[in-house]
């Protein structure tokens, strides 16, 4: 077939479809405000999560005289441990420093003892998305049956609230996803279908004259993906506002291009093979 | 060489026995009119021979191929070796008269297009409506087009549904001559029509009598 014929027919069903951009268009610009709503709202309070799961911590106190060894298989033990990202060793003279830098007007205060009356401890930095304030207790409890654990003190238990909002904001993410890529091909396909009704004639004629299925569906096909790549880029363009402002990673930018694209090209198919037939 | 056969073919629609046992043999190069009242089933016969519809019932082949084994490649190379009048014209009213006639060209993706579309517009004198649209044209010139879209492929068998109704009757005899030339190059043409006058312009055409679905040889 010769180019100029082939990208006529692309010029012609452009034209009539050109009626309906107007539509597409507000449709497309109403949703992809919808999805940046729920992609910044997940974003947002993934954010928020992930700057304060440092907060989640136990602070394991240990008695006074626990040998050497035994705190050496007691860390061997935590750091195996799936809920401990990570421990630190807070020693005497460290424990010292800690509270003169948290507690600097009652540095005098130790002074009065003989000796450094701070207990040794652990820090430990916990996985929250492991975690539930239920297991978290039960975890506590756990290292307080050890005989030379002292006392155990949790800290940030707030970061299980961030990452349930987190959790519900990412469902509705994905959920308003699935239903945007729903709607989205019932746009499609509505607009293809009415751009296949008004060219009816063309391709009933075309059929029995001899035209083979390629040759009809393929200007459609082109007309779609140029307008699926025409409204993604658009989309994205929308989309991106978000991406610049929190951390997300580039290539999920082309998801929605490449889903348009292919979605487009399935209904053209369908749309005209239902139509010949 | 049989290049249309019917064999006891029945074609039902929406429940209405439009053809009964209708049985036909057309050999090659043959000259047919197809005659008889509106609504007689001329129409529906001619849909059949270009696979728009397909028999309820019986056997039929179209150069050789079988209707009922016939598979979707086969009927576009069948579809490609027909030149067709439709009834309704079928013209794109959104095209001009040379794109209109240039269709079943750009399908067979050939190289002489303009020259061949030129010269069958000519033979029919609209060739100075070449770039008109075809909603523009009058009934009378719309049907030339159509006429000139199925010689335009200079096709193995011509199929025309009453395809002088709306011709001038001084411009009908010019253009019976044209299928008859067309006829003398080896092209089958099967035409119907209830108008005797085109049917007495060519001696040596078979005529077939349509009435009430079913054929008899006149």
Redesign the interface.
Known sequence: ??IG?FFGEVR?IYKEAFASLVFIGITALFLSVLLNLFIGGYVYTNNITRRNSGYLKARVYLKEDTPHALKDVFALMLRYNPYVDSLKFIDKKKAEMEFQKNFPEFTDLIRLFESNPLPENYELFLNYKLLNPKKLGNFKKALLNFKFVDEVYLQGLFVFRLYLLEKIAYFLLISFIIVFFFILSMITRGSIRAAVEKKK??I???W??????E?IIGPFQVAGLISGLLGSIFASLVLYLPFAFFTVPVWTLGIAPGFTMFTIVIVVREVIELSIN | MKEILLKNVYFKKNGRLILDDINLEIETGEFVFLVGPTGAGKSSLLKLLYFEEYPTKGNMSIMGYNAKKINKKTMLVVRKSLGIVFQDLRLLNDRTAYDNVALPLEIDRRHDIHDRVHDVLRKLGILHKASSYAHSLSQGERQKVAIARALVRRPRIFIADEPTAHIYRSEKEGIIRMFMELNSEGTTCIIATHDNNIVDMVPYAIRIHIEDGRVDYL
């Open positions: 077939m010769r014929f012609r004639d063309l009933k004629v075309y029995l004259l001899g035209g083979n299925t040759d």
